[in-house]
């Protein structure tokens, strides 16, 4: 398994961008599936987006068209583009490789605040 480490959190006023990293400790060829999940205080952690190591990308409907996943592999690295942010977007992301055992690894969270 790989250790994850999320970056590029932080606030932002509505309609703004952010984009956020999710560098992991070794190779994610062991992760044939990859995602990021959020969790507001109160609620239901649930799935943003994920892709497989084919490239294949699902995203949530409250989503769709505004953040864009993906994966290098050379940087062992996937990212979490998001546009048009919206305040409803405030929660910890967290991002998951998922390897071809189904075990997954978790990152720590970033902390991601859209102010109206």
């Known amino acids: 398994q790989v250790q994850l480490v999320e970056s590029g959190g932080g606030l932002v006023q509505a309609g703004g961008s952010l984009r956020l990293s999710c560098a992991a400790s070794?190779?994610?060829?062991?992760?044939?599936?990859m995602g990021w999940y959020r969790q507001a205080p109160g609620k239901q952690r649930e799935l943003v987006a994920d892709?497989?190591?084919?490239?294949?990308?699902n995203y949530a409907d409250s989503v769709k068209g505004r953040f864009t996943i993906s994966r290098d592999n050379a940087k062992n690295t996937m990212y979490l583009q998001m546009n048009s942010l919206k305040p409803e977007d405030t929660s910890v992301y967290y991002c998951?490789?998922?390897?071809?055992?189904?075990?997954?690894?978790w990152g720590q969270g970033t902390q991601v605040t859209v102010s109206s």
């Open positions: 892709i497989t190591s084919g490239g294949n990308t």
């Open positions: 070794g190779s994610i060829f062991i992760c044939n599936a």
């Open positions: 998951y490789c998922q390897n071809w055992d189904s075990r997954r690894s």
